[in-house]
T-cell receptor, first 113, second 113 residues
Framework: KNQVEQSPQSLIILEGKNCTLQ??????????LRWYKQDTGRGPVSLTI?????NTKSNGRYTATLDADTKQSSLHITASQLSDSASYIC????????????FGTGTRLTVIP | GAGVSQSPRYKVAKRGQDVALRCDPI?????LFWYQQALGQGPEFLTY????????KSGLPSDRFFAERPEGSVSTLKIQRTQQEDSAVYLC???????????FGPGTRLTVL
């Protein structure tokens, strides 16, 4: 069964600190993995996308890693800002099927001053 | 250019009412997706269009849910005889083609009393 699991479910950190969010998946055949940021009351916005051959991708203070062998990904946020408070959703695409996106339940990050 | 827009942003309905939710995708995007997102959860797939063709509606929870995209651009998700369990945020996303990055609208928050 194709599944995406994220941890932790929620996280609170102080402004300026770093944090790492985890994503494990069982989606097969694997196409790509995306991290989305979803601010409260808004739709998800894509942060990074990685294919099978990529093991790291950065977007500003966001760095995503992918280990396709162990089917794990992480999203590292450095020097957190209050505006980073949001839900971060891991989304894995399968190679086949029209409905080929599998969503994690997200990690709710709260950055406090 | 303009992103995906959805209307209304908020809808309150009495149980048993019919509702219609609108999605305006990014111009030129062939693929359009509808998702249902419960509080604290990741989006759950409802249905997928390629142009005006509804290729996958396996995620629609019951025959009370109906979606259309008659001219291959704007889409409407209709829910008949709403129930309290229909309360959720309904997200629309579009992409140039099915495997590409999906761009999400802000969602419509439906509350059924």
């Amino acid at each position: 069964k194709n599944q995406v699991e994220q941890s932790p479910q929620s996280l609170i950190i102080l402004e300026g600190k770093n944090c790492t969010l985890q994503c494990n998946y069982t989606v097969s055949p694997f196409s790509n993995l995306r991290w989305y940021k979803q601010d409260t009351g808004r739709g998800p916005v894509s942060l990074t996308i990685m294919t099978f051959s990529e093991n790291t991708k950065s977007n500003g203070r966001y760095t995503a890693t992918l280990d396709a062998d162990t089917k794990q990904s992480s999203l590292h946020i450095t020097a957190s800002q209050l505006s980073d408070s949001a839900s971060y959703i891991c989304v894995v695409s399968a190679l086949t099927g029209a409905n080929n996106l599998f969503f994690g339940t997200g990690t709710r990050l709260t950055v406090i001053p | 250019g303009a992103g995906v827009s959805q209307s209304p942003r908020y809808k309150v309905a009495k149980r048993g009412q019919d509702v219609a939710l609108r999605c305006d995708p990014i111009s030129g995007h062939v693929s359009l997706f509808w998702y249902q997102q419960a509080l604290g959860q990741g989006p759950e797939f409802l249905t997928y269009f390629q142009n005006e063709a509804q290729l996958d509606k396996s995620g629609l929870p019951s025959d009370r849910f109906f979606a259309e995209r008659p001219e291959g651009s704007v889409s409407t998700l209709k829910i008949q005889r709403t129930q309290q369990e229909d309360s959720a945020v309904y997200l629309c996303a579009s992409s140039f083609s099915s495997p590409d990055t999906q761009y999400f609208g802000p969602g419509t928050r439906l509350t059924v009393l």
